[in-house]
């Protein structure tokens, strides 16, 4: 039986501009399918993506939720779309407040949103709840980008009874991009959720910026990925220390290092 992969990813090509992030959102969903995988694929439906134009429809059946983030109710919207050619089906995680009405990282000024962090707790918990709905087990969870990064942590705490997650491994893709600020004023808080308490974050920085989210993704991973040559020589080295299985960037293109290191993980 093939082996389930779930990509959450920041971004993907066409839906976003063409970036190294995007095409590899891309692409390596699909050259994994080609590899003889079962996958499916997230993002967060991005104020900037033109539903008409990328035919997204709403998926009633998996909206309509409801998550609490810092003692605020927040709507959970599922869409879906087909990726034209490679016809990979796109599930996009949506919400008025934090993705509808505005940008990626930052506002039409270049500013970073002051609620970066809360944005990424929604968006991991608006994945995980919606995997569970589709009633689909993955083997190997791929997560791309810092929006993604809080998915490590959740699926080891939050999730780690749930079936669709009990026996899964988890893989932080790490990017160059970086943010330059602090996440949120309180992330800390705002990341609580069942057993996901603000105390296990006891011994990182009060001052949540990227760094520290690429660690705590780290910590909970069961492998890193180098996914280009601009990845924090920090966090690599953190990896490296906690003696996590780590693919160094193979370069543009070499889609089987990729494919061959979520077989070794499983």
């Not at 810092?70 to 995680?93: C, E, G, N």
């Not at 709840?129 to 809080?150: F, H, I, N, Y």
């Not at 991009?177 to 009060?206: I, P």
């Not at 003696?243 to 293109?253: A, F, I, N, Q, R």
Request: charged share 25%; aromatic share 12%.
């Amino acid at each position: 039986m093939a082996k389930k992969v779930l990509f959450i990813n920041q971004e993907i090509n066409p839906y976003v501009a063409e970036s190294k992030m995007s095409v590899w959102g891309r692409d390596l969903p699909h050259k994994t399918q080609e590899a003889g995988f079962e996958i499916r694929t997230f993002m967060p439906k991005w104020g900037t993506i033109n539903e008409r134009r990328g035919q997204l429809h709403e998926v009633i059946r998996l909206s309509g939720m409801n998550l609490i983030i810092d003692d605020t109710d927040h709507p959970l919207i599922i869409k879906v779309a087909s990726i034209p050619v490679s016809r990979i089906q796109v599930y996009f995680i949506d919400n008025d407040d934090y993705f509808t009405k505005r940008h990626m990282a930052t506002n039409e000024n270049g500013e970073e949103y002051s609620d970066n962090g809360e944005r990424a707790i929604f968006f991991a918990r608006g994945v995980l709840e919606t995997v569970k709905k589709l009633r689909w087990v993955p083997d190997l969870v791929v997560c791309q980008g810092w929006m993604s990064a809080v998915v490590p942590f959740y699926m080891k705490t939050a999730y780690k009874e749930e079936p669709s997650f009990a026996d899964a491994k988890v893989v932080i893709s790490l990017h160059g991009h970086q943010l330059q600020n602090k996440l949120s004023d309180d992330f800390k808080k705002a990341v609580e959720f069942r057993t996901a308490s603000a105390d296990l974050l006891a011994n990182y920085n009060d001052a949540f910026d990227l760094t520290e989210l690429g660690k705590l993704a780290i910590d909970y991973s069961d492998g890193v990925i180098a996914a280009d040559s601009n990845v924090s020589e920090t966090l690599m080295a953190y990896a490296n220390e906690k003696k996590l299985p780590v693919l160094s960037y193979p370069g543009d293109e070499q889609f089987t290092a990729y494919t061959d290191f979520f077989q070794s993980l499983l």
